[in-house]
């Protein structure tokens, strides 16, 4: 070869080297990379190219649709049904906003590109059948779900139903909510829709989980974890004396802490008894009594200070290190303690389960779509805050709550509730409305409690002086525990 035709060939071979070269970079190194670029509209052209799985409640009503559509490359969007009442459960899959929620956490098993879903693809490719996407089935009954939804209508709030035997959670409801069908699709008005919900434009905040995603003082529905904490103690017990001088002063401020009337019995009451009027004085005595660090120990083991994954996260609910003062008045649901909905309902359901406190969980079974059971979850317990003795005996105290105390508005004919109200003050001196709880638990005839609940309000146009946790969430409490009761008597 001479020299001018050797050369070409290096040349050319260098070329073909570089070609390589860089085929291979985009192939092994960039294709990740290339794939989920907000650019390339191949995958969300595939995405959309075909219906979702759906997201179902327990009795296997479906949650969620899909339609066609014509507006864009986009062959199906997303629907909803009943939207508002499931939104914070479901979440949304939008074609511009992505998704959330059930819709986020589950999103490559509803489209069907989860690795759990190989063998449903590759018989799908040899027989020519599009496979679609798997099913969600929840833990959630439309009956209860649909009972605190229409409870909660008209306030700003959250409510949160937990089988205290197994963890699931059987309704979870938040208003006001949204219509995630009215944002899934690419169309002028999905766009306003979205810009209308976001909380620079809506001060209600529809698209806030309230039940998982928001924190509130728990106001006196915490005295139930201070209680548990005393008896677990050993020095306390549910009937005896406790040297509770009313007014409570502050260890270190002396600032006095009064109760909601003068006139009950609160002076050196008894844990029963101080359940049953909701007496300050004795719980924060007690949370001094017991300090900071066994204060803080206890909450813990009721899962206060973590997140949650039910699966979709809920935010950690606090019980801080904290001087005397605060510590204190923590003891109460005061100062700087905070709780979700469903940090309080597993509170309750731990002590409706005799001290074992399950794991929440909203997602029952995974299916494939020809329906073959994917994964199931199993209940799980997650800790035991107290023994199954003094649970029983905190049984014995919020029953006393409800059958002759401060929430005699949730007693259901034929069974045994028990219960504990709240009203947790906030702003500068008490300065704006408070926060409206109740927390209960049913008993059917066997001593079998199917359903724990919280329910927080957070706004309401109830007057200042009648906002109470008896008077506002007791009753939204009530019809959910009776939904469960009627689906599982």
Same mark, same amino acid.
């Given at each position: 070869?001479?020299?001018?035709?050797?050369?070409?060939?290096? !040349?050319?071979?260098?070329?073909?080297?570089?070609?390589?070269?860089?085929?291979?970079? /985009?192939?092994?190194?960039?294709?990740?990379?290339?794939? $989920?670029?907000?650019?390339?509209?191949?995958?969300?052209?595939?995405?959309? $190219?075909?219906?979702?799985?759906?997201? /179902?409640?327990?009795?296997?009503?479906?949650?969620?649709?899909?339609?066609?559509?014509?507006?864009?490359? !986009?062959?199906?969007?997303?629907?909803?049904?009943?939207?508002?009442?499931?939104?914070?459960?479901?979440?949304?899959?939008?074609?511009?906003?992505?998704?959330?929620?059930?819709?986020?956490?589950?999103?490559?098993?509803?489209?069907?590109?989860?690795?759990?879903?190989?063998?449903?693809?590759?018989?799908?490719?040899?027989?020519?059948?599009?496979?679609?996407?798997?099913?969600?089935?929840?833990?959630?009954?439309?009956?209860?779900?649909?009972?605190?939804?229409?409870?909660?209508?008209?306030?700003?709030?959250?409510?949160?139903?937990?089988?205290?035997?197994?963890?699931?959670?059987?309704?979870?409801? *938040?208003?006001?909510?949204?219509?995630?069908?009215?944002?899934?699709?690419?169309?002028?008005?999905?766009?306003?829709?979205?810009?209308?919900?976001?909380?620079?434009? *809506?001060?209600?905040?529809?698209?806030?989980?309230?039940?998982?995603?928001?924190?509130?003082?728990?106001?006196?529905?915490?005295?139930?974890?201070?209680?548990?904490?005393?008896?677990?103690?050993?020095?306390?017990?549910?009937?005896?004396?406790?040297?509770?001088?009313?007014?409570?002063?502050?260890?270190?401020?002396?600032?006095?802490?009064?109760?909601? $009337?003068?006139?009950?019995?609160?002076?050196?009451?008894?844990?029963?008894?101080?359940?049953?009027?909701?007496? *300050?004085?004795? !719980?924060?005595?007690?949370?001094?009594?017991?300090?900071?660090?066994?204060?803080?120990?206890?909450?813990?083991?009721?899962?206060?200070?973590?997140?949650?994954?039910?699966?979709?996260?809920?935010?950690?609910?606090?019980?801080?290190?904290?001087?005397?003062?605060?510590?204190?008045?923590?003891?109460?649901?005061?100062?700087?303690?905070?709780?979700?909905?469903?940090?309080?309902?597993?509170?309750?359901?731990?002590?409706?389960?005799?001290?074992?406190?399950?794991?929440?969980?909203?997602?029952?079974?995974?299916?494939?779509?020809?329906?073959?059971?994917?994964?199931?979850?199993?209940?799980?317990?997650?800790?035991?805050?107290?023994?199954?003795?003094?649970?029983?005996?905190?049984?014995?105290?919020?029953?006393?709550?409800?059958?002759?105390?401060?929430?005699?508005?949730?007693?259901?004919?034929?069974?045994?509730?028990?219960?504990?109200?709240?009203?947790?003050?906030?702003?500068?001196?008490?300065?704006?409305?408070?926060?409206?709880?109740?927390? $209960?638990?049913?008993?059917?005839?066997?001593?079998?409690?199917?359903?724990?609940?919280?329910?927080?309000?957070?706004?309401?146009?109830?007057?200042?002086?009648?906002?109470?946790?008896?008077?506002?969430?007791?009753?939204?409490?009530?019809?959910?525990?009776?939904?469960?009761?009627?689906?599982?008597?």
């Amino acid at each position: 070869m001479n020299k001018p035709l050797r050369r070409i060939a290096i !040349f050319a071979g260098v070329l073909i080297f570089a070609l390589l070269a860089r085929a291979n970079w /985009l192939q092994f190194v960039q294709a990740d990379e290339l794939q $989920s670029d907000d650019n390339n509209r191949r995958g969300l052209i595939a995405r959309y $190219s075909q219906p979702r799985g759906d997201i /179902l409640a327990a009795d296997g009503t479906p949650l969620t649709g899909s339609t066609k559509t014509e507006a864009s490359d !986009f062959a199906y969007k997303r629907t909803y049904k009943n939207g508002e009442m499931w939104a914070p459960v479901t979440g949304f899959s939008a074609q511009i906003y992505g998704e959330t929620l059930l819709e986020g956490v589950y999103d490559e098993f509803l489209t069907g590109t989860d690795d759990r879903l190989f063998f449903d693809r590759t018989i799908g490719m040899l027989t020519g059948e599009k496979q679609g996407g798997g099913n969600v089935t929840t833990t959630l009954l439309p009956s209860a779900q649909k009972a605190a939804f229409d409870g909660l209508q008209g306030k700003e709030g959250a409510a949160v139903a937990i089988d205290p035997q197994t963890g699931e959670i059987l309704a979870l409801a *938040n208003t006001p909510s949204y219509d995630p069908s009215k944002i899934a699709g690419m169309s002028d008005d999905d766009q306003q829709t979205w810009t209308s919900l976001q909380k620079e434009n *809506n001060a209600s905040q529809p698209m806030l989980n309230r039940a998982l995603r928001q924190t509130y003082p728990p106001g006196s529905t915490f005295k139930l974890v201070t209680a548990a904490a005393a008896l677990e103690s050993g020095e306390y017990t549910l009937d005896g004396k406790t040297d509770s001088p009313s007014p409570y002063k502050a260890p270190i401020s002396g600032n006095e802490l009064p109760n909601w $009337s003068e006139t009950i019995p609160c002076k050196n009451a008894s844990i029963r008894v101080a359940l049953q009027y909701s007496c *300050n004085n004795v !719980f924060a005595k007690i949370s001094e009594e017991l300090g900071n660090e066994k204060m803080k120990e206890a909450a813990e083991k009721f899962g206060f200070n973590e997140q949650q994954f039910v699966p979709v996260r809920a935010v950690a609910s606090g019980f801080p290190e904290a001087e005397p003062d605060l510590n204190a008045y923590a003891g109460i649901g005061q100062g700087s303690v905070t709780s979700t909905p469903l940090q309080m309902a597993m509170v309750t359901a731990a002590i409706a389960n005799d001290g074992a406190l399950m794991q929440p969980y909203m997602v029952d079974k995974l299916r494939s779509p020809d329906l073959d059971i994917i994964e199931e979850t199993k209940p799980e317990e997650l800790s035991e805050p107290m023994s199954g003795a003094t649970a029983q005996k905190l049984q014995e105290g919020m029953e006393t709550v409800v059958s002759e105390g401060t929430g005699e508005s949730a007693q259901i004919p034929g069974y045994t509730v028990g219960g504990k109200t709240g009203t947790a003050q906030r702003g500068v001196g008490n300065s704006e409305k408070p926060y409206a709880w109740f927390v $209960s638990y049913a008993k059917d005839q066997n001593g079998e409690s199917p359903v724990a609940v919280a329910v927080v309000i957070e706004s309401s146009d109830t007057v200042r002086d009648e906002i109470g946790g008896s008077t506002l969430a007791a009753p939204v409490a009530k019809a959910v525990m009776e939904a469960v009761l009627e689906e599982k008597p």
